[in-house]
């Protein structure tokens, strides 16, 4: 039998990877766990029953950044305008966005920078692995969204590029 603390760890860890299901069977116990969308769906099967968790979304501390947010209204519509035409590269993951590969290293890409679907814009830590993220769009890098050491979430928009 899996414990609650177990399918905890699994469905956390499987929220920090790009990996969309995962399968375990211990002792007769299977656990299916499935990542449709943002939310997580886990079953746990024996014989005869079946029980279903879905986790509640955790409550975030807000942090200066967020304070500031609220402070500001959100932008204009001249602003999501302007932003319409842009691709919005995001993070496929939960970790620590990284822009140079190492501390004395100059960043991979700077605002008006032309990249290609091979350039590497950043690096994503995630469970003490480095993680290079391709462009996968050619363009020019028009705004960073996040700053260098800052934690990112699953889906968080990190660059915008005017594509080519």
Known sequence: MFKISEIKELVKLLDQTSVHELEVENEGFRLSIRKPGKTEVVTVQTAPTTHTYTPVPATIPVTAAAEATAANPAPSTDAASAQAGLHKIVSPMVGTFYASPSPEAGAFVKTGDRVNER?????????????ELEAEVSGEIVQILVENGQLVEYGQP????KPE
Not at 119 to 131: Q, W, Y
């Open 119 to 131: 350039s590497v814009v950043c690096i994503l830590e995630a469970m003490k692995l480095m993680n």
């Open 158 to 161: 990190l660059f915008l590029v």
